[in-house]
């Protein structure tokens, strides 16, 4: 990857050009009183020069799309539970961008990558996608651990540090006020338990569509996380990677009615995306604002009513799965109604959001 920047002597304009050779030490290479044009030429000739520069023994070369298959497969082993957000990011959103010469990023080798290919996949985010300052956040975190696992195996790979957007817009926690859920479920016509059923018990979209009816004890939900279960594709792995009970109650045991207890899983075995994106849906039909139309809402609004319930944080942690109760405290948003001081606020049973 290179640059050029200028600077203003005495004797006029100067170009220069900053880049990294192949041995990985930063160069700056004086191109004089020139033109910006003739400059431009020359940083085109140095990227190609750089590009096609032969690589060292023990420091191979190797195609995106290529080690995004081997990346993506020891992803799926290790961390199943986010596996899709890395596959979606590497093959849905840099795969098929093309770089300044009309080639698509797949189709290069990982050190050809540039950091001007990360600038525009920020700019397409920002300007067509719409994505917030967290969510393109998430994304370059992704392309960051692909290129260091690359690293790691002894690949090239580009230099240059991918750097993060700041996040300075702030906006209202995504959970819903009871209601405008008791709206969302009553607008469901066929499966209103299953949204009944997160919202009780916080469980995650990948837990619930796993969950098995043996697991639905007379003590609580089981939620475990075997991926031997689920083998080879490791679904059975919960995001924490541990296990935990959700205690049972008589909300939870009549929405349970509702289900077809007689197979394996509480609920068919659709294809994986199929809840979240019924659910995605019927919050657009129903005219819930855009950002509050993830599944996940119904998980921050479990907990948030825990804690207005009166229910301690470690409480909240142990029943959402939590490793960090740091993370709990971003979940447990305060009503607005209850920080009106307009709120009654009882001592609910833990877990209870319907009457």
């Not at 209103?192 to 043996?214: C, S």
């Not at 019924?278 to 855009?290: G, H, P, V």
Request: glycine residues 6%; contains cysteine.
């Amino acid at each position: 990857m290179a640059t050029i920047y200028q600077r203003k002597l005495i004797t006029g304009i100067h170009y220069y050009i900053n880049y990294v050779d192949s041995a990985g030490e930063r160069q700056r290479e004086p191109l004089g009183k020139i033109t910006k044009r003739r400059a431009e030429l020359k940083l085109e000739q140095k990227e190609f020069d750089l590009r096609n520069a032969p690589t060292t023994q023990g420091d191979p070369q190797i195609n995106f799309k290529e080690y995004a298959i081997i990346y993506l497969n020891d992803y799926q082993l290790r961390n199943p539970s986010s596996h899709e957000e890395s596959r979606y990011m590497l093959e849905e959103d840099l795969s098929p961008m093309k770089n300044d010469a009309g080639i698509l990023l797949k189709d290069l080798y990982l050190n050809e990558l540039t950091s001007k290919d990360i600038d525009n996949f920020i700019y397409i985010s920002i300007q067509d996608k719409k994505r917030a300052a967290s969510t393109i956040n998430r994304k370059l975190g992704v392309l960051s651990a692909f290129l260091n696992h690359a690293r790691d195996k002894n690949y090239s790979v580009p230099r240059f540090k991918i750097k993060r957007l700041k996040e300075l817009k702030a906006g209202p926690p995504k959970y819903y006020e009871l209601d405008v859920l008791k709206k969302i479920i009553a607008a469901e016509k066929k499966y209103p338990h299953w949204w009944k059923f997160i919202a009780n018990t916080g469980i995650r979209a990948g837990e619930f569509r796993n969950l098995k009816v043996k697991d639905c004890k007379d003590n609580g939900i089981h939620i475990l996380s075997d991926p031997e279960n689920n083998a080879p594709s490791a679904e059975g792995r919960n995001k924490a990677g541990n296990w935990r009970v959700i205690p049972m109650n008589d909300m939870i045991r009549g929405i349970l009615k509702d289900f077809d207890m007689t197979g394996e899983y509480l609920i068919p075995r659709f294809d994986k995306d199929m809840p979240k994106t019924r659910f995605r849906r019927l919050c657009k039909k129903e005219e819930i604002d855009e950002g509050y139309w993830g599944i996940h809402c119904l998980r921050r609004t479990f907990c948030s009513q825990l804690v207005m319930a009166g229910k301690s944080m470690r409480s909240a942690q142990i029943l959402m799965g939590h490793k960090a109760i740091k993370t709990t405290e971003k979940y447990a948003f305060l009503s607005v109604s209850l920080s009106k001081e307009k709120y009654d606020l009882r001592i609910l049973e833990a877990s209870v959001l319907f009457e």
